[in-house]
């Protein structure tokens, strides 16, 4: 697989400035997290996180690498080649893909992908994750996990987080 150029970041990450959806809670960041949020309904629970990596760290930073590590948490296999090209010509004519798709966020797009454990699973585990490749040498990762109705259900606010995000220095 074709790997990312190599962007040597340009000191720390900037700092993540967004509008909390209503009925989220904040939780502390800290370590990797930039940001982190817990959403409850009744029982269940799900998580929002915010996580800068550089883009030289190409090991852990990769769009497919993470694509494919949140793919094995939900019990899905790594995508293969030609899932891969496939779903990259469908977003370079600017269709939504099977696998991942870039949606625009103000000026710039993010990379989007959602993913939910298979039905032959006895979970239902679901992951809706995004990336912003910013300009200063970091990608941004933000990932929202928890059972899929509840992840299902918070989507739209997951995508205004999204929209509300601005870096500052």
Do not use: H
Request: aromatic share 8%; net charge neutral.
């Amino acid at each position: 697989r074709k790997q990312p150029p190599n962007i040597q970041p340009k000191g720390d990450p900037f700092r993540v400035i967004y509008k909390k959806p209503d009925g989220w809670e904040e939780q502390r960041a800290g370590g990797m997290r930039m940001a982190a949020f817990k959403i409850t309904d009744g029982d269940a629970s799900a998580e929002v996180t915010v996580i800068p990596l550089p883009m030289n760290a190409t090991d852990i930073a990769s769009p497919i690498a993470n694509i494919d590590r949140w793919r094995g948490q939900v019990g899905l296999p790594p995508l293969t080649e030609e899932q891969i090209n496939e779903n990259k010509k469908a977003v370079d004519a600017d269709q939504p893909g099977a696998y991942f798709s870039l949606i625009p966020i103000g000026k710039r797009k993010m990379l989007l992908t959602d993913m939910q454990a298979p039905a032959s699973s006895s979970s239902d585990l679901r992951i809706v994750g995004a990336m912003d490749f910013t300009e200063i040498g970091y990608i941004y990762f933000y990932k929202m996990t928890g059972p899929a109705d509840l992840v299902g259900a918070n989507k739209d606010k997951f995508l205004a987080l999204l929209k509300s995000v601005t870096y500052e220095p």
